[in-house]
């Protein structure tokens, strides 16, 4: 294993399971592929969002499996195969051997939720690694971009450290928060609840972040789940938010969250429940105002 990787490695707390190595080490590669799109300018295009962002960026305590980002300015053009290379030469400095998969753009068996849009472009890194067991073994990327994301998201410029010290660009917290609501109203769930939605919502709420309204506005009317004539003020959000949670079996998100966090945060998991998240929805109307008229 390369220094670097063992040197990172390191740094993660009580790695007692073969998965909780696993964990560690997908995050790691995440963090070596942001490294590679930045040698490619990628983020003068092409913000960090998402789960994995939230982690990385933000400092969520769980781990992510995806690596999604969304285009400044719409381009259905774009494709992955111009970063292959990129991506492929720095994982292969810090030794990993990888292939570089394109998945079709409309898979639903790849994501497992209906709300992606036709427009979101996939591709999926295999990577060679050995793990404690000493067997050789592959773990899995996913990179996810929105090639039409819609106006009235927001950004910053973090800077990551590890495996080297580079600059990228992300949205923001507000921003990132609309992104999650998305997705909280916009799934199907088909016997598959994703826990880890309502675990990132927790985190948003308990650090008071402010949902950036119109983002989220113009994302739902762009995948189709408001009207285009609408406008959702906080009242609405707050509507559309119950009427999602009643129907939502907390003890599938439960077992999707589960096997992301720690054994401490899953004594948490207990209270999860509709009663539970719908007592949260006043919280909600602590987002962002919206500066346009009605």
């Known amino acids: 294993m390369h220094p670097a990787i063992k040197a990172m490695l390191s740094q993660y707390d009580k790695m007692k399971t073969i998965e909780d190595e696993k964990n560690a080490l997908k995050e790691i590669i995440q963090k ?32 992510s499996e995806d690596l999604d980002f969304c285009l400044d300015e719409k381009d259905p053009d774009f494709r992955w195969i111009d970063y292959k290379e990129a991506v492929l030469d720095e994982l292969k400095t810090y030794g990993f051997e990888a292939e570089f998969e ?10 497992g939720s209906s709300f992606i849009k036709k427009s979101t472009l996939r591709v999926l890194i295999l990577i060679e690694s050995k793990g404690k067991t000493s067997r050789e073994e592959r773990l899995k990327v996913r990179l996810e971009i929105d090639k039409t994301n819609p106006e009235g998201a927001t950004y ?10 580079v600059q990228i660009k992300t949205l923001d917290r507000p921003s990132l928060f609309a992104g999650k609501m998305h997705a909280i109203i916009a799934r199907h769930y088909n016997n598959n609840v994703k826990g880890r939605d309502y675990f990132d919502l927790l985190f948003y709420l308990k650090g008071g972040v402010k949902i950036n309204l119109h983002y989220l506005e113009n994302k739902l009317k762009d995948s189709g789940h408001f009207a285009a004539s609408g406008v959702l003020t906080e009242e609405r959000l707050r509507e559309i938010y119950l009427e ?19 054994s401490r945060q899953r004594d948490g998991l207990k209270s999860w429940s509709a009663p539970f998240f719908s007592a949260m929805a006043p919280q909600l109307m602590g987002s962002e105002p919206s500066t346009r008229n009605a």
Do not use: W
């Open 32 to 63: 070596i592929c942001l490294v590679g799109l930045h040698r490619k300018n990628f983020f003068e295009k092409a913000a960090f969002f998402g789960g994995t962002a939230l982690r990385i960026i933000y400092n969520l305590e769980r781990f």
């Open 102 to 111: 394109p998945k079709k753009d409309n898979s639903e068996s790849a994501v």
């Open 156 to 165: 910053e410029m973090p800077i990551i450290y590890q495996p080297e010290v």
């Open 244 to 262: 999602k949670i009643a129907s939502v079996d907390f003890k599938q998100a439960i077992k999707d969250v589960a096997p992301y966090i720690s």
